[in-house]
């Protein structure tokens, strides 16, 4: 397998920008490293203002704006998203005013959902705010209108996995709480709508069974 060693830095080629309202869109960067290492990257995790989930779309975009300014500021040429919060609410407006292609998550997420469910039934969970915005579903009905879509805002999700307690039986009882009304759907795919939670797959797979299939959408857009 290629590493990042196998590719010199070149300092002339510009980075690929990346934000996120904390240090969870590191898992984006961890996917965009191993499909593409031979990128200049620069991260802005706005970790003095964590949580976005639990902001206003207002707030959230304004927060969006000064993040892409500032990667602007360091010369990127492209910019992507990594939060589905801020993907949710604010891509189209951050897409419409800056000078660099825009990626967010919320697409490659709803394209890699639908591929894979057989029974054309999709959980989503995510934050308040993204799923509030419904962005998940209107990505997954563009791609498949039949398909049917059951989101669900998991708000605890992120404090525990900030708190760094994904494993064990607190997270467990908290996500069987949640996710016990998506599982009685009979689901047979879920999109983790939310940079934390794909550290928390291990407990999510234990309460939703094996068969479901976990989207991560680092994953899908790195790829
Ligand atoms: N990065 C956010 C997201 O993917 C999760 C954390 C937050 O609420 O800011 O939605």
Redesign the pocket.
Known sequence: MRTAADFPMNKKEKPIGIF???I??LTVLKEIFRELPFENTVYLGDTAR?????RSPETVTRYSFENARFLISEDIKLLVIA???ASSVSLDAIRRSVPVPVLGVIKPGARAAVSCSKNKKIGVI??EA?IKSSSYTRAIKEVDGDVEVFSLACPLF?PLVEEGWSEGRIAEMIAETYLNNIRDKCVDTLVLG???YPLLKNVITKVMSETVTLIDSAVETAG
């Open positions: 996120d309202s904390g969870g869109g964590v949580p976005y989930g639990i939060c589905n919060t995510g934050t993204t992120v939310c940079t934390h």
